[in-house]
């Protein structure tokens, strides 16, 4: 049975981490638009993306980042 671990970013993006494995990560990303449309980003090669466990640490502090600024933009809008 595979197990999927779903990162909302933000309204409308979020990321799913499709494997874990000794090296790094495969997940994959996908943003819905206000009509409900889910659309899947790729590379135009493989509709997962991978990052190896030397960059792990660089890629949750980018997922950190882009949570603070959505939340300081949903501080802005009140």
């Known amino acids: 049975m595979a197990v999927e671990i779903k990162i909302q970013l ?3 993006d979020y990321i799913v981490i499709s494997d ?10 996908y943003s ?8 899947k980003f790729t590379d135009g090669i ?17 997922l950190q980042k882009i949570q603070h600024l959505t939340n300081l933009d949903k501080g802005l809008k009140l």
């Not at 874990?20 to 990303?29: P, Q, R, S, V, W």
């Not at 493989?46 to 980018?62: E, H, P, R, T, Y």
């Open 10 to 12: 933000n309204d409308f």
């Open 46 to 62: 493989s509709d997962s993306m991978k990052i190896s466990q030397n960059n792990l640490n660089s890629f949750i502090v980018a």
């Open 20 to 29: 874990c494995f000794t090296n790094g990560i495969d997940f994959k990303m």
């Open 32 to 39: 819905k638009s206000e009509d409900g449309t889910i659309r």
